[in-house]
């Protein structure tokens, strides 16, 4: 993984976003710093209400304001900060330079445009595109991410293709002005294992062929992560718990919330006859508990989790653990 | 069925709704034979039937007293409709449905019998339904919100009992079962998180005291770190209780942590059916093989041992000729585009339907 003079591609500095609801300040991003790099494959994993989308679209400034509002942070994308651009630059950059897929292959695509549409879309704001070459250019898309028969295919609308197709299609639009960075956001959790595995290979292979760009990978499941990612971060209550590599963070888990959430889900290959148990529940966003987020349910509670959030620390190079169980053994970063 | 009369009794049995069963069956719970779920396709202005889809289309098995029976395939393959179908929410097409039942005579003396509950009206079919109960998918929509915790679980038990009251008993017995407390009686699904509506799910299933429990997806709906807390809890309920379960999921780990038996479906089709520990060691069907290699292992040193399957599911409307699985098959031949391959016996307990089973 570690490779020589590896290139920032985004850095996020100190991001806070919150929501008003019902007159309440939800903090959904609580402090999240960043990095990735070019050539990388990088893993957000949480459960809902972690913050991990949020983060996503505030990256990409699509946090609806209001309700929401990015309150705190630096978020420079090739050392340009994204949040100090205007509304018509950013623009420019969004499905251009950064291109985002939703979870939602049912519902993120319009249902009243063709496919084909719909992925020349980008093409004809971003690079300027005529129809006729637009259209060429997304047939080509659709050949590249897999679809058979595409110059057949472009003229269907959405509800023609399956869900693993449509996911498809929503790749084909997020990379057809080849973008550097690619926000893929929970992609596969609305499809079966197999699709998964065909999608997930998909983004490897275009992952590897362009070694400038980058991927950010939101997800709920670690074995996902497992499979694709270089480097992982893991939220828990809109803040970061741990940042690892995926060797690392699987081979050596620190934060009592990512070593309960390997131990809680059952495996494949190894037998056990009963799960170990996370116990209570994820906190809702408006109830978020004080001190350290994990304290109500974590086996390791000390008297200063209720009181202290703890600093993120830095363990080993590279591994980042926000935890008052290390406070002796890390630096503070 | 203990207030069956014999003459019932006959009536049932000249009507060929129930069979008397010989003490060799002692095990077995439920039987399925040749179950058939069609979905008629309606078109044009006369809402004429032009086709249909054929979700569940000629499925066999049986399940032991006590067992976990898991049920796995990718969506539309039909498993969500054979576990309506076996409850009767859904009506079967062709097919039976045996449920082994003791009936008591006018003699005192207790008689095995297998009901068919394929063939059973609503009024027959009332016993069955408080015998049989279901978990459902979705612990946010499966609860009435207008109906307090209390009358959710109660509501089950004032149908098949009769009872008006006595009842909050047992509802305060059932919710501690279920890891929840006394407290919670008064209050409405939307002040729970979803692992506790789903505990309420199963409160509800276990108030009648069921001999089976159909779980169509329980824990798919729940966050990962919860999920784990549903899973042992329904495990722990039934070393407790000693209920059967059908374990509906498309999450092959899941299933392979909780069942002792597995059929994996695809189209309609069940493509084989063992022992868990057959199936996830030596699938002799290529579909399962690939459906097991899909599973990410959760571990970043071993990837990419994967047999990605080509193509797309075909549409249960119109499916293929032969083996319906053979458009997508690696391993083929001229034979599975003409012949449906048996359901067959490949090992003891072992049922496969494929025409070179354990060939890829």
């Known amino acids: 993984m570690a490779k020589k003079e590896q290139k920032e591609l985004l850095k996020v500095e100190n991001l806070k976003t919150h929501f008003m609801i019902e007159g309440k300040k939800a903090q959904a991003v609580d402090g999240i710093d960043l990095k990735v790099f070019e050539g990388e494959f990088f893993g957000i994993v949480g459960e809902s209400g972690s913050g991990k989308s949020v983060t996503a679209l505030s990256i990409l400034r699509l946090i609806p304001d209001p309700p929401g509002k990015i309150s705190n942070g630096k978020i420079f994308f090739r050392n340009r900060d994204l949040l100090n651009l205007s509304w018509e630059d950013m623009r420019k950059i969004r499905g251009n330079e950064i291109s985002m897929i939703f979870q939602e292959p049912m519902t993120s695509l319009n249902p009243l445009f063709t496919i084909g549409f719909q992925i020349m879309e980008p093409l004809m704001v971003h690079r300027n595109m005529d129809k006729k070459e637009a259209k060429a250019a997304s047939i080509e898309m659709l050949r590249k991410v897999g679809i058979s028969s595409p110059e057949l295919r472009v003229d269907d609308y959405p509800h023609q293709f399956s869900g693993g197709m449509r996911q498809r299609v929503m790749i084909a639009i997020a990379l057809s002005c080849d973008p550097s960075l690619l926000i893929a956001d929970e992609p596969t959790t609305a499809l079966d294992v197999t699709v998964q595995a065909q999608i997930l290979e998909l983004m490897t292979e275009i992952k590897n062929k362009r070694k400038d760009s980058a991927i950010i990978l939101i997800t709920h499941d670690l074995a996902v992560i497992a499979e694709t990612c270089d480097r992982v971060m893991v939220m828990y209550c809109g803040k970061i718990q741990e940042v690892a590599s995926t060797i690392n963070l699987f081979e050596n888990p620190l934060h009592p919330y990512t070593k309960g959430l390997m131990a809680s889900i059952p495996s494949l290959t190894r037998k056990k006859k009963r799960l170990n148990v996370i116990k209570g529940n994820v906190p809702g966003i408006l109830s978020f508990p004080p001190g350290c987020p994990f304290h109500p349910r974590c086996e390791y509670r000390m008297p200063i989790c209720e009181e202290a959030v703890p600093e993120l620390l830095k363990i080993e190079k590279g591994h980042f653990v926000r935890c008052h169980l290390y406070s002796h053994k890390g630096k503070q970063e | ?360």
Do not use: W
């Open chain 2, 1 to 360: 069925m203990n207030d069956l009369k014999k003459t019932r009794l006959n009536q049932l049995e000249e009507k060929k709704k129930l069979l008397r069963v010989k003490n060799e069956d002692k095990k077995t719970l439920i039987e399925v034979q040749n179950l058939k779920t069609y979905f008629p396709v309606v078109g044009g202005v006369f809402r004429k039937v032009t086709g249909y889809i054929k979700a569940v289309d000629g499925v066999s098995f049986s399940i032991n007293k006590g067992e976990v029976f898991g049920l796995v395939g990718e969506t539309g393959c039909g498993k969500s409709t054979i576990g309506k179908t076996l409850v009767r929410i859904l009506e079967p097409t062709s097919g039976n449905i045996y449920y082994y039942d003791k009936v008591n005579l006018r003699n005192n003396q207790k008689q095995k019998v297998k009901i068919d509950l394929a063939k059973l009206n609503r009024k027959e079919m009332m016993p069955y339904r408080s015998k049989i109960q279901m978990i459902f998918q979705d612990p946010y929509s499966s609860l009435n919100p207008r109906f307090t915790v209390g009358d959710i679980i109660e509501e089950p038990l004032t149908v098949h009992s009769g009872k008006r009251k006595e009842n909050k008993d047992t509802v305060k017995e059932l919710l501690e079962k279920v890891g929840m407390s006394e407290e919670h009686i008064y209050r409405y699904p939307h002040e729970f998180s979803g692992g506790q509506r789903q505990r309420i799910g199963i409160a509800r299933a276990l108030s009648t005291n069921p001999e089976l429990i159909i779980a169509d997806e329980p824990v798919s709906a729940l966050d990962v770190s919860v999920q784990a807390q549903v899973i042992n809890l329904m495990q722990d309920l039934q070393d407790e209780f000693r209920v059967t379960y059908i374990f509906i999921s498309h999450d092959l780990s899941v299933v392979k942590h909780i069942a002792r038996r597995i059929a994996v479906m695809y189209l309609g089709f069940i493509m084989e059916i063992g022992p868990a520990e057959q199936i996830y060691n030596n699938p002799l069907n290529p579909y399962t093989k690939i459906l097991l290699s899909s599973v990410p292992e959760g571990n970043p040193r071993k990837k990419a041992k994967k047999q990605p399957l080509r193509g797309e599911v075909p549409s249960s409307l119109h499916k293929p000729e032969g083996c319906c699985f053979h458009p997508r098959c690696p391993i083929a031949q001229e034979i599975c585009k003409k012949e449906d391959p048996l359901f067959e016996e490949q090992k003891k307990g072992v049922f496969v339907k494929c025409h070179f089973p354990g060939k890829f």
